[in-house]
């Protein structure tokens, strides 16, 4: 019986004020639904899901191509690759994938993806212009984790079971060194100028802090939350903020996100968001951060200068990824 | 300006008993912190209560309770005030108040407004030590509030003026507490979000639908959000004039209680 919600109305005056001067830049968010084989599309300032798509089977990681006009959809269960163009929201064709994609990154060439294949403990290289395969290395078991440094000389690798971090050069294609870290690592995240690598490892439930010239663990984080049980922190997504000063980590199923200051690695705070949270994203120039929460089926956002969780919003079954178009 | 004279009169008075039983101020916050730092506690949701109306987010169970505490402030405050009548009554002070030329009715709203204004002002200090302790609304929140929580305690002062036209005795009134305060409390979304009860017994839940304090409550929780509760808010405003009328009619000399009292 809330027919008059004053607070939302007070929201859009604000916003129908401030958009009067300049304009407010929407952004779109665009969520994998791992079970129920869909994208969530979300209006970054209503807050509210604008459309739903049908894509390809266990959707899972998604990356933009660099100018946004494609997405790249890991659909898992259909051992492919899909392209979607974002103006119609249609998948344009398939990429060749090895089987059971999960995540991949994108090249700063804006077109070679690597991608983790978890079964068959490769990372498969595929060109998406001439949409083939042009490299496969062999890595640990369960690859899974994957990031290209800044300025495009390495790809790291992570995997489940080996629990290593695996250094690729790209020029070469060749797998050059391995860092051991805690137990089932499972993604990675290079800071902005390329200095460091984050790497979450789900059981281990730390956080290394990699150097990239000595490929050495200079720092390892860990989390505890009164109330809930160390075998709940589990970290998973890391995403770190533009200017530096904030890392945020998603730790799965103790329904948390973890603040950390960037530069001491001290924890700031626990945010409590959805069940089972996976995968993080900033929204709105680094002012919003959105997080998706698997087991709840819905999406968190954060106010990132606040820290506060402003607003969940249902999404579809188990959201996995999330990413953000300005 | 006389009906002034009479409404400041009695709110000093009401004013200057709170301060001399400064204890009662303790008490009155002890009891909902007690609730807020050792029940949650032990009723702890690190992990988060499931969303609801007006909530936007995932919360803890300290955020949840907080406005059925501060409706528990008000529900002993409106009790207390029950009591404090049934002294007056003893101890002849009372009828020192009815002497007054002012119509009667004017004199017990007067003194269900007296009893409101403190009890508000109560709810504000435990909201204070509820943001110390990191439990916290929006800040415009604790302004919009503000009319919920009046009207709450004037149904619940109502209420307390009500049920002292009944009560004949002091010692009756454990009675009081046993068959009114416990069954308001429990049987309301004070402590637990409704859809739980629903789903362990559908007619505790339909129970707790009649129940006023349930839906004063409501009205609070989605006021300290900025958010508007219509059915709340009538069945709240509803209550409120009800028992307001009910009081007047107890505490008629010509009909009510009081007079029966006398009689018999």
Redesign the interface.
Known sequence: ???????RF?KLTMVSLLALPAAVQAETAYVSNEKSDTLTIIDTDSLEVTNTVDVGMRPRGIIFSQDYKYLYICASESDAVQVMDVATNRILHNLPSGEDPEQFALHPNNRHLYIANEDSAVVTVVDTESRTVIAQIDVGIEPEGMAVSPDGKWVINTSETTNMLHWIDTSTHELVDNTLVDQRPRHVEFSKDGSLVWASAEIGGTVAIVDTTTRQINHTIRFK????HRD?IQPVGIKLTDDGKYAFIALGP??HVAVVDAKTYEVLDYL????RVWQLAFADNHSKLLTTNGV?GDV??IDVNKLK????IKAGRYPWGVVVKP | MAYFTCFTGILIRELLRFWQQRSRLISALVRPLLWLVVFAAGFRAALGVAIIPPYETYITYEVYIVPGLAGVIMLFNGMQSSLSMVYDREMGSMKVLLTSPMPRSFLLVSKLLAGAFISTLQVYAFFAIAWLLDVQAEPIGYLVVLPALVLTALMLGALGLLLSSFIKQLENFAGVMNFVVFPMFFLSSALYPLWKMQESSEWLYQLCLFNPFTHAVELIRFAMYSQFNAQALAVTLGCTLAFIGLAIWGYDPKRGMVRRKVGG
């Open positions: 019986m809330n027919l008059f919600n004053v607070n007070a939350i009164p109330g809930v709940k103790a329904n409590l968001v959805g069940r709840s968190s956002v969780v402003v607003k969940t």
